[in-house]
């Protein structure tokens, strides 16, 4: 015994030294495909656009200054703030958090019923979920608009029921948008609901129900608090993709509903693009999104203190 102990001591120790081994193709990875080009971003922000496309390799802060300020059209003004790209943040945060709230209104029964299914049924239900979106998002994006249009699928059927007397306008306008926010990343909230109330204790809920609390307290104080976690990674999961997406925008809204995420698509597009002020445009969102989460995960952080 005492052998045996040594030896798995020292095997131990051995795996313990060889792990920043082990771990370093994982980590080059990481810092190649998720730091480097963050990185890449940070300084291009910094640099000089060059008239035919591309940068000159010469410091300047002129990329925030257009995010944030006026100067006028040939920059001889006394600076103002530059309200066009706060708009379009604004905008895209609207979006992005109505798509959020559409997906948890629909997700979180989704996910209730098919956590509530027999065990052997519940792979199917996740596969059904899961099955259009091994189509390219472009696909998808194209295949909404064409139900949505004016003499598209919907719009007949509804007038076929007589539910309206013309068509509706929906293509071109937030809802459209918001549908293919929706759309897109519906299962991004699904499924971390879903794996949260799987886990989930459903005694608890019965012996709500014996001490004569309705299905709406057992709901509010029982089922909800347990599955927060997972509600919580479902919003995140859908609101982060969704703030900086730029397909829905251009196919679905056009251009009277500009999202920083199609804002930042057009800088690097051909030759007239701005890649500094793309670049800007990309470190300002990623910086939002890392405050976001760092909000999240400090309420989080409380809340785990108080409980």
């Known amino acids: 015994m005492a052998g045996g102990t040594v030896s798995g001591s020292t095997a131990s120790s051995t795996y313990r030294e060889a792990r920043g081994w082990l771990l370093l193709p994982a980590w080059s990875v990481l810092l190649f495909f998720s730091l480097a080009p963050v990185i890449m971003m940070l300084i291009y922000s910094f640099l000089t656009k060059e008239h035919r496309g591309g940068v000159i390799w010469e410091f300047s802060l002129s990329a925030y200054d257009q995010f944030f300020l006026d100067r ?12 066009t790209y706060i708009a379009i943040f604004w905008r895209s945060i609207w979006q992005a958090g109505a798509a959020t709230l559409m997906s948890l209104v629909v997700g979180f029964p989704t996910a209730y019923f098919i956590a509530t299914r027999p065990a052997t049924a519940r792979p199917l239900w996740v596969f059904l979920i899961t099955i259009p979106y091994w189509v390219n ?22 007038q ?6 013309s068509p509706l306008q929906i293509v071109n306008t937030n809802l459209a948008v918001q549908i293919g926010l929706f759309y897109s990343y519906l299962p991004f909230m699904v499924l971390p609901i879903y794996a949260a109330v799987e886990r989930y204790d459903f005694a608890l809920s019965e012996a709500a129900a ?11 104080r029982i089922l ?8 919580i990674a479902g919003c995140i999961l859908v609101f982060v993709p969704s703030l900086g997406s730029f397909l829905a925008p251009d196919l679905l809204g056009g251009a009277r509903n500009f999202m920083i995420g199609s804002l930042i698509e057009e800088q690097f597009k051909g030759n007239a693009g701005n890649w500094p002020f793309g670049a800007a445009a990309s470190m300002i969102l990623l910086t939002l999104v890392l405050l976001l989460l760092l909000v999240f995960a400090r309420q989080q952080a409380r809340a785990e203190r108080r409980s």
Not at 160 to 165: K, R, V
Not at 224 to 231: D, I, N, Q, W, Y
């Open 72 to 83: 006028g059209l040939f920059g001889d003004e006394p600076p103002r703030i530059q309200w």
């Open 137 to 158: 998002l472009l696909i998808r994006t194209v295949s909404m608009k064409f139900l949505l249009r004016e003499q598209g699928p919907l719009n007949d059927f509804l």
């Open 160 to 165: 076929w029921t007589g539910a309206i007397d």
């Open 210 to 220: 014996d001490l004569y609390a309705s299905k709406w307290t057992t709901l509010r």
């Open 224 to 231: 909800l608090p347990a599955v927060k976690p997972g509600v």
